[in-house]
């Protein structure tokens, strides 16, 4: 069953405070991504990996990293999280056969107050 | 850098009627096309994806075009049903670079 989760779904915190988003697949897919998607403006790349330890940045990098340390595992950090972080955050995966197809997490919801 | 605009941001048809959305990109050298659907709060579903060698795909009441020439990609869903109410959006890609542009999204809004 080809699959992408995120963990935490929902998530509260103050701003200052770190963020640790969690993705995970199961299709042994090399790239993986996170989006970051806001009313009006569709998904924007925050960070791209083309498989361990291999990460690129997106077009909206600043305020966040990454780390992939495991081919099915891609985190997205953000240390001391911003207002204008509130957002809700997508993970993908794509193989390198079909390069056409991405498959989507269910998103985190983030809200930093 | 790719850009990508999507038309129209809102759009509301009628049960059995066609809703077209469209999208123009700006690099010649886009080669993956793909359309999404998302509906409320969960991620995006591939609906379809066409290389730049296609002209036209059509899959299960979905019709996409790919007018290279005008850099412009559309799909149609053919007699649209209370159940195609969602958010769609186009994405676009380079040969290679696997870095994908979206289009800004269509709501769209069957309505029985």
């Known amino acids: 069953d080809m699959k992408v989760t995120q963990m935490p779904r929902y998530l509260i915190k103050r701003m200052g405070e770190n963020v640790l988003l969690e993705c995970g697949q199961d299709m042994s897919h090399e790239t993986m991504y996170w989006y970051r998607q806001d009313p009006g403006l569709g998904l924007q790349l925050i960070y791209i990996s083309y498989d361990v330890d291999s990460n690129s940045e997106g077009d909206i990098p600043k305020g966040y990293r990454v780390s992939r340390k495991k081919r099915e595992h891609f985190s997205l950090i953000l240390d001391s999280a911003k207002t204008n972080q509130t957002s809700v955050y997508f993970c993908?995966?794509?193989?390198?056969?079909?390069?056409?197809?991405?498959?989507f997490g269910p998103g985190t919801r983030l809200l930093v107050l | 850098g790719e850009q990508v605009e999507q038309r129209p941001p809102h759009l509301s048809v009628r049960e059995g009627d066609s809703a077209i959305i469209i999208c123009t990109y700006t690099d010649s050298a886009t080669a993956y096309f793909s359309w999404y659907k998302q509906e409320a709060g969960a991620g995006l579903q591939l609906l379809m994806s066409?290389?730049?060698?296609?002209d036209r795909k059509e899959e299960q009441g979905l019709t996409v075009l790919l007018n290279k020439k005008d850099k412009r990609l559309s799909l149609n869903l053919t007699a649209a049903h209370p159940g195609d109410s969602a958010v769609y959006f186009c994405a676009v890609s380079n040969t290679g670079n696997y870095k994908y542009v979206f289009g800004a999204g269509t709501r769209l809004k069957v309505i029985a």
């Open positions: 993908a995966s794509t193989g390198d056969i079909n390069q056409d197809t991405q498959y």
């Open positions: 066409v290389l730049s060698n296609v």
